[in-house]
């Protein structure tokens, strides 16, 4: 009996690469280096706990400048943030 779910033959996942966006003339914040490390892990997709835990300081702090950078980046989720951080360099790929 077929169960209705589809099943894609491929076994890996392609890794997600974005292209830095050209027409922002904008330049590079100077961010502190910790919000440059949320940052990258923002865009992997850390949670709030994982990024606190991975930088060494509470989630409180996290959540603060997440908010920060995701008004400044006008960003709607955390992993947006992240990506559109990279679309405009500023955080390495």
């Given at each position: 009996m077929a169960s209705g779910v589809a099943?894609?033959?491929?076994?890996e996942a392609t890794p997600f690469k974005v292209e830095?966006?050209?027409?922002?003339?904008?330049?590079?914040?100077?961010?502190?280096?910790?919000?440059k490390a949320l940052l990258r892990l923002l865009k992997e997709g850390c949670t709030d706990e994982q990024a606190a835990r991975r930088l060494g300081?509470?989630?409180?702090?996290?959540g603060r400048i997440?908010?920060?950078?995701?008004?400044?980046?006008?960003?709607r989720s955390r992993f947006e943030a992240g990506v559109l951080a990279a679309l405009k360099g500023w955080v390495d790929q």
């Open positions: 099943h894609r033959g491929d076994t830095k966006d050209s027409d922002d003339q904008g330049g590079v914040p100077e961010f502190p280096e910790e919000w300081v509470s989630t409180r702090t996290v997440t908010a920060e950078l995701m008004a400044q980046l006008g960003a």
